[in-house]
């Protein structure tokens, strides 16, 4: 042994180090890194998927409102593509050649074994020309899926649409969208998606690097069969929410019903709408930029966007208030001398009434007995306490479901403020009392309310104190399920022998001749409801009805709201009686209200003219639906010249002020 | 006689043969799951690959087992002319050879083919170990360093011209054994800080490197500073290192061929090609990946299964292993060659002559430097050059190579004792 032994250790240090390097190395890739393990599933396994047929949506009879239909897609795995014929098939599925490149490009992008979507929604004829010639076209593939059809062409907004899923979404979802499938955007195909898409089957094959498939993966173990989507019982009834589109044609405005009982939504209409077969199909991205770019905005959704005035159907809430507080009873009588005074100002009333009495007031929607009332609830802790007394007051009016959402199962429902004692003292620093904001007292000012809210409110009224929170579905599947908070009471805190009067009034409003609301009468039903004219800064005024029927045992209780149709018993009333009769009834006896027909109802075209808009622009897009020749309307006298800006359609500026 | 075959048996180191056989076998069970066909339950067949192996197995076994009967005197007496006939086959195969794969390496015999370069490994080994042994041989001096680097060089050179650039590689191996045996450890620093400067010299801009050797060198002349011949001698090396950088750069971009170009930049992360060259890499760091732990199981794994991996039999057997067998696998393969690696460089230092020695540190260095390559290939931290694992891989040459290569070692150790 000489003094090199040494360098021994050196040689067997290095051996080991190396090792132990490969071993580090391996230790990464096997054990720390789930990455490669990811990617040789990605290599060999093919998940093939079986697209189940989306659920149907039916109303609350059963009649189909959103079906299936069949449509093909042609798919494209690049790995598998021979040499062809590139022009026959451009000419079969009508694209260009540089169209052809450019998706192949992309589909070479997504996945070069993976098939992905080439050409979209083929006709029923293309795919038969297709398919004799597919032997040619190595490499494609037609994969059937289901669109949607909707049999009545309505309830556009309502429903929603599907269209594919954006990168987003498919983020969102966790894995069970990929580029290409179908969700829900809006409505009900979007709050209800994972009902109504049902379960995607998978087929796990095992592919070779030669792209050859070798069978399933573990026998099948983890595949699965799609499971259909459920259907969906709406809580609609098409005959009225078909005559509501009809009635709101070449309108501004929303109609809302509810059965008072359940907190059904029977109809949903937003004017101007769209027909949902627009959203289908390969005109899809067309349709969509022509409805979106509609200056009435028919994406829209009014009954939940939509911000209004109370106005006079406000007045009830305020007198069931003061009522159960037992500041006044149905007795109370304040003196209408035509205008109501705070210190030297006037505050104009539309009467002269005289001294009358609560049922009196409502039917005659008397401002000065409302702001008498408010006055009273205002001073009711003293003139010194009144920012207490509003607060008070206010918490009450929240009960109505006024200044938050209702929690409706729909999406994007707004919720518009109700100021509290200390907003007001924000914009008037702390000198303010009854007087400054007495435009609340009859529902106008800072109150704002949506459709719904509004049609709510009157739920409540036809239910003696309570409501059940609105909702457009009945049950999903066959067992009927529903979200158990769709079924709880919610009380309004004002009991129920106080309604009496109030619906006393608001049965005058509509039945007795010094009423209001007279237009919404319907012959042998007792029809309880009030008026609203809701003034608008920038043009005529908006027609607001609210009501509900019969009056005992209500049945409907409905909000109708026409932009620029003037004052209430012009549109709001007449509409809202034509489909509560409807409704109840099943029938529309050729009744005239003020002189028209139902059909003239139809007919009238109270859109604003815009200013800075081409003029030309259909306003409802549907042409089916358009009525091109004007017939006269039978009240309407300025329409054709109301020029209004453009702004004027803009919800938010329809909250007014007196 | 009977007698004397019994002492022979008991000197010869049977632990190594069982780690031999082992390695073996570890070999044919991952080549037959390369080969197995789930959709085609064939009878066993000795046409397909695993089939072939079992009887290189049984063959290099016998030849083995044969040389243990040989004479130990023959190796060290015949050394010259073993290393000449590998010298001989390896210009036949220039002028006979068959082409595989771009590179002139096989000679065809038959429904075989023999690989020279195989072969030529431990012809090097034997005359390098007989010139070492000389008496009174120093190995700092420049003679004896300029022979056995001739030795050496000779078949490095005849193998570039196939030209198999893997093959040629592994003959770096031989200079560890002459360091072992007194080569200056300056050297092989300066030979290895060169390789260290060609790969720095494709990553880093020129003028950053040339600023950081002037900087070293700076250092080390004013460590140095009071004398003179020494920082005469910094500023030589300096200088030296940086002409070489041109060289060298001149040398990967115009004599190096585009696919070994290509290799070295893919190894060194410089471009990425998923498709071409890199495929197999990353196909092999998949399937190697997919083992996790415990592996997916014998004939499980689906990168092995589906032809995922490219010369997965051969090259990237070791994909299989770590596919099918996982971490486990791996560590267990790891391990038996370490623990055969150190086995046979103990047993080197134990013996009494120095051509046993220089033999025995010659095959642990070729070996290692296999494996470590072979391996490291596989999981993207080598360049791929294409040489075989030993004892694993496919090929009758290789795994007939290598078993000479060690049992010969063997039959000297067995002799240990004896003067050759």
Known sequence: MDQLFNRKYIIQGLFVLLALTLLGRLFYIQVASDKYFLDANNNALRKKFIYPARGVITDRNGQVLAQNQPTYDLMVTPNEVKPFDTLSLCNIIGITMEDFRKKFHKAVVQSRYQASIFQKLLSVQTYATLQERMANFKGFEVQKRTIRYYPDSIGGQFLGYIREANQREIEKHQGYYKPGDYIGKSGIEKQYEVDLRGTKGVRNMLYNAHNVAQGSYADGKFDSLAVSGEQLTTTIDVEIQKLGEQLLNNKVGSIVAIEPATGEVLAFVSSPGYDPNMMVGRETGNNYMKIFSNPYRPFFIRPLKGRYSPGSAFKPLSALIALQEGLINENTTFNCPGYYQVGRTRFKCEHVDGNIALKRGIARSCNTYFWSIFEKEMMKKGRKNQHKAYDEWQEKVRKFGIGDTLGVDFPGESAYKLFRAEDYTKRYSKYWNYGTILSVGIGQGEITTTPLQMANIMAIIANKGYYIKPHLVKGIGSDKRIDPKYKEKHYVGVDARHFGPVIDGMQDAVNSPIGTARESMIPNILMCGKTGTVQNTHGKNHSVFIGFAPRDNPKIAIAVIVENGGYGGAYAAPIASFITEKYLTDSLKGRRINGATVEQYKADNLLPVLKDKIPKQKPKVDTSKVDTTKKTAPLKTTVASNTFNKTAIAPKSNATTE | ?420
Not at chain 2, 143 to 167: F, N, R, T, Y
């Open chain 2, 1 to 420: 006689m009977q007698q004397q075959n019994n002492r022979f048996f008991f000197n010869v180191d049977w632990i190594t043969i069982l780690i031999y056989m082992a390695l073996c076998a570890v070999g044919f069970i991952n080549i037959f799951s390369v080969q197995y066909d789930p959709d085609k339950s064939e009878a066993f067949s000795f046409a397909a690959e695993y089939g072939k192996q079992l009887i290189f197995i049984i063959s290099g076994l016998i030849l083995g087992l044969s040389i243990l009967l040989l004479d130990s005197k023959f190796f060290s007496v015949f050394a010259p002319v073993v290393y000449g006939i590998t010298i001989i086959l390896l210009i036949t195969v220039l002028v006979v050879g068959r082409n595989v794969g771009g590179n002139q390496a096989w000679i065809p015999l038959g429904s075989f083919r023999l690989q020279p370069s195989e072969f030529a490994k431990f012809g090097t080994a034997l005359l390098l170990a007989r010139y070492i042994s000389t008496f009174n041989l120093k190995l700092n001096t420049f003679k004896p360093i300029i022979i056995c680097a001739a030795i050496i060089v000779l078949p490095m050179a005849l193998i570039m011209l196939q030209p198999d650039a893997g093959s040629m590689l592994v003959f770096l191996s031989f200079m560890f054994p002459l360091y072992r045996e007194g080569l200056p450890g300056n050297l092989l620093i300066i030979f290895w800080g060169a390789v260290l400067l060609f790969i720095l010299n494709l990553f880093v801009t020129p003028s950053l490197l040339i600023i950081s050797i002037l900087i070293i060198g700076g250092l080390f002349a004013y460590n140095t500073r009071k004398r003179v011949q020494k920082v005469i001698n910094v500023g030589v090396i300096t200088a030296i290192a940086i002409c070489y950088l041109f060289v060298a750069k001149y040398i990967f971009e115009n004599v190096l061929k585009p696919h070994q170009r290509t290799r070295i930049e893919l190894i060194l992360g410089l471009t990425s090609d998923n498709r071409g060259a890199g495929y197999n890499v990353i196909q092999s760091k998949i399937a190697i990946g997919a083992g996790q732990l415990t592996g997916r199981g014998f004939l499980e794994g689906t990168q092995t299964k589906y032809d995922y991996v490219p010369a997965q039999s051969t090259d990237f057997i070791f994909s299989t292993i770590g596919e099918e067998w996982g971490f486990a696998g791996c560590f267990v393969v790891i391990g038996l060659y370490v623990f055969l690696l150190l086995r046979i460089l103990n047993m080197a230092e134990r013996q009494r002559s120095v051509f046993s020695r220089v033999y025995g540190y010659s095959i642990a260095c070729i070996l290692f430097f296999h494996v470590f390559i072979n391996i490291g290939m596989t999981i993207g931290i080598m360049p791929v050059i294409g040489i075989p694992l030993p004892f694993i891989s496919y090929g009758g040459s290789s795994l007939w190579s290598f078993t000479i290569l060690l049992f010969i070692f063997l039959k000297l150790d067995s002799n240990r004792m004896g003067f050759i």
